[in-house]
């Protein structure tokens, strides 16, 4: 027979959760390949030895290539190569021009003059200034493989040439239009190398980008504790991207570090869940403390991811202490400092200063932890952030002091980010609100501001059923005192029994702590006066819902009686049918049974408050006798049964409730009336 498994939904979402985040995780998270260590010139190396896996071709950082390719090449002078051709060609036109034309052939010795002083500029040179202004000294080709320097001044320009030609021909006017008629030009004869000047160019370049150094297989380039020097420095950089281009080479290699991640990312979202699953069940039974602790991890993880890959120093811009601090606002402290161990954990394995992070990390967020504990004002998360800030400073300074021994060695720019990371902390407010209205939990702040009594709801309570106000305020403070002592959410317990009653402003007479000497239940039958009675727990869901309260006190107004019975009339009714099998319905509440320790104070407080005002005598024994009768009957009729509540905290709740209880009915002294003095004669004594 085929075994047969029951998976529940919450055990597949849960499953879903913890899938889903360690593939997000995976998918951003970057690689080792992609992280680079974190070390400076005159530092110490702060990691592990490393030695040279494979020979290394030592270059210069891309920068420093840059600089000194550009720097060679405003040293290369320009190379330029004479053209004998082009000068004989150049006399021979003239020559063959000044000897036919009729007009010049008659005077000789002009004619030579001229072409002595053309042969004297070509056998100087004429060179090629390409449009702009030639520097001082010029290299000239002399053969395939010698160059010389040159004074470029030593040569004519195309306008000084012109210039000397000018100054040949004399003061003859006539002579000068018809030598500028002659279809004849001076072109350059010291010619720009455009092939010989790429190669130069190329050489320059490749020399800038060649090689400086190479270290062997086996070579220790640096060991920890070692001062960076310049040299090492570029040695660690040209490891570095060696290092990751064989990476994205070698597929085996990212196959192993891909799994790697996979395992390291299952580890420790494993350990969250266990966590969770072992020492808080009750959270681990909630979906949505399982889904807000995952998403606090995974989200923060790639903020930090994605800032670290963006910013010099991003990694600690990143305000990870507010993990501990809205975490602590919605579960215990417990269990937002581990989250916030694991989420740094997660962030750390991907640099290679991992244990410096960790270490300012670890101060910053214990800080944050304990100089925030119960958030209920905005200006608290100010003075946590100053108090991060100053954990972030006073534990770098540590490091830096241990491990140079200098303050020279100290960042501003550390400094800077410490600052915008303790400012950023001030949107856990924001993040606060935004986790209330998704995952419907309630903070300390929100309660805070729903117990102040002039809230709407309350100030209505207290103007229409002033009683059941007094009441309510009597409830909230023994509730509290009683959750205080078991380890209960104070303010949560508070803020119910302020609203646990709201649904009598609709019928505020048929309530005995509003009546004044008449009983409108006296016209009713006892099954009509229990639906009226009844109702107001449903009535009391109507008007929460339409204040849109959280849906936490919503609970405490409909578990405050549980599934009880309105207990006077179903005995009134038995009494009135003794021969009648009663059926309990019509006298029983909605419910449900409380869920949580805090309805359960608020049940038993509820119940002891109200008969204590029924009470002749409120010596301590009769109080004690009073408290012990309700809550064990309570407990008798099972409904107590839903709620996590133990023994234990029975017993101190019912030692707290008797200690509020002796302390409100505490006998006062009567004080003596004043003995007037005897007067006689309408005159003092003495």
């Not at 504790?225 to 040695?235: E, G, K, L, S």
Request: proline fraction near 5%; hydrophobic fraction near 40%; include cysteine.
């Amino acid at each position: 027979m085929t075994p047969h498994f029951n998976i529940s939904k919450d055990t597949l979402t849960r499953a879903a959760i913890f899938l889903g985040g360690i593939i997000l995780l995976y998918i951003l998270m970057p690689r080792n390949s992609e992280t680079a260590y974190e070390y400076a010139v005159g530092r110490p190396w702060n990691y592990d030895a490393v030695v040279a896996s494979v020979d290394i071709p030592i270059f210069e950082e891309p920068v420093r290539q840059k600089e000194i390719e550009d720097s060679m090449k405003q040293e290369l002078k320009p190379i330029f190569f004479r053209d004998n051709k082009i000068a004989s060609k150049i006399v021979e036109d003239y020559s063959h021009a000044l000897q036919t034309d009729p007009r010049i052939g008659t005077h000789p010795q002009i004619r030579n003059r001229m072409l002595s002083t053309l042969r004297d500029i070509y056998s100087n040179g004429v060179i090629d200034s390409r449009g702009g202004k030639l520097p001082p000294v010029i290299s000239m080709r002399t053969s395939d493989t010698d160059v010389k320097n040159a004074n470029s001044s030593n040569f004519y320009t195309f306008a000084t040439a012109h210039a000397k030609m000018q100054e040949a021909m004399g003061a003859d006017t006539t002579l000068h239009r018809i030598l500028s008629a002659l279809p004849l030009e001076i072109r350059p004869n010291i010619l720009y190398d455009s092939l010989t000047n790429e190669k130069a160019a190329k050489d320059v370049e490749t020399f800038a980008h060649s090689a400086i150094d190479r270290v062997t297989a086996g070579t220790k380039i640096v060991d920890r504790n070692d001062i960076v020097t310049p040299r090492i420095f570029t040695i660690l950089k040209t490891y570095e991207l060696k290092m990751i281009q064989e990476a994205a080479e070698n597929t085996t290699e990212r196959n192993v570090t891909g799994l790697g991640t996979a395992l390291l990312l299952i580890v420790l979202l494993g350990l969250q869940f266990a966590y969770l699953r072992i020492l808080r069940p009750d959270y681990f039974a909630n979906i949505r403390i399982v889904m807000l602790t995952t998403l606090t991890i995974v989200s923060f993880a790639l903020f930090a991811y994605a800032l670290n890959g963006s910013f010099e120093r991003g990694i600690y811009m990143v305000p990870l202490t507010i993990i501990p601090i809205i975490l602590i606002v919605f579960l215990d402290s417990r269990t937002a400092f581990f989250t916030y161990l694991v989420t740094l954990l997660l962030i750390a394995a991907t640099t290679h200063f991992m244990w410096d992070f960790i270490l300012l990390q670890f101060a910053a967020g214990f800080i944050a932890l304990i100089t925030i504990r119960e958030l209920s004002k905005r200006s608290q998360l100010i003075q946590t952030g100053a108090a991060v800030f100053a954990a972030y400073s006073v534990t770098y300074i540590a490091e830096e002091f241990m491990q140079t021994g200098s303050m020279t060695s100290l960042e501003a720019g550390m400094f800077g980010a410490f600052a915008l990371n303790a400012v950023l902390i001030s949107f856990a407010y924001i993040l606060i609100f935004l986790i209330e209205k998704c995952f419907g939990f309630i903070s300390r702040v929100t309660l805070v501001e729903l117990s102040d009594i002039n809230h709407p709801l309350l100030r209505e309570l207290s103007e229409e059923c002033p009683g059941t106000f007094q009441h309510s305020m009597a409830v909230s403070n023994i509730a509290a005192a009683a959750a205080s002592r078991v380890g209960a959410n104070v303010q949560l317990v508070r803020a119910g029994a302020l609203y646990h009653d709201i649904g009598k402003i609709s019928n505020p007479a048929f309530f005995t702590e509003n009546q004044h000497g008449i009983n409108p239940h006296d016209a009713l039958s006892p099954i009509q006066s229990a639906r009226i009675v009844i109702g107001h727990v449903t009535e009391g869901l109507r008007r929460a819902e339409k204040a849109k309260l959280p849906s936490r006190l919503r609970d405490f107004i409909a578990e405050h009686h549980g599934q009880g019975k309105a207990r006077y009339f179903y005995t009134t009714y038995c009494n009135q049918h003794p021969d009648e099998d009663v059926d309990p319905k019509p006298f029983t509440y909605p419910g449900p049974n409380p869920q949580s320790l805090e309805s359960s104070i608020l049940m038993m407080a509820d119940s002891v408050e109200a008969a204590s005002r029924s009470l002749k005598d409120h010596s301590p024994e009769t109080i004690e006798s009073l408290v012990n009768k309700i809550i064990d009957s309570q407990v008798a009729e099972g409904l107590h049964n839903d709620s996590p509540i133990s023994f234990r905290d029975i017993t101190e709740i019912k030692k707290s409730f008797i200690s509020s209880l002796s302390t409100m009915y505490h006998a006062r002294i009567s004080y003596p009336e004043a003995i007037r003095p005897k007067q006689s004669d309408g005159q003092p004594n003495g």
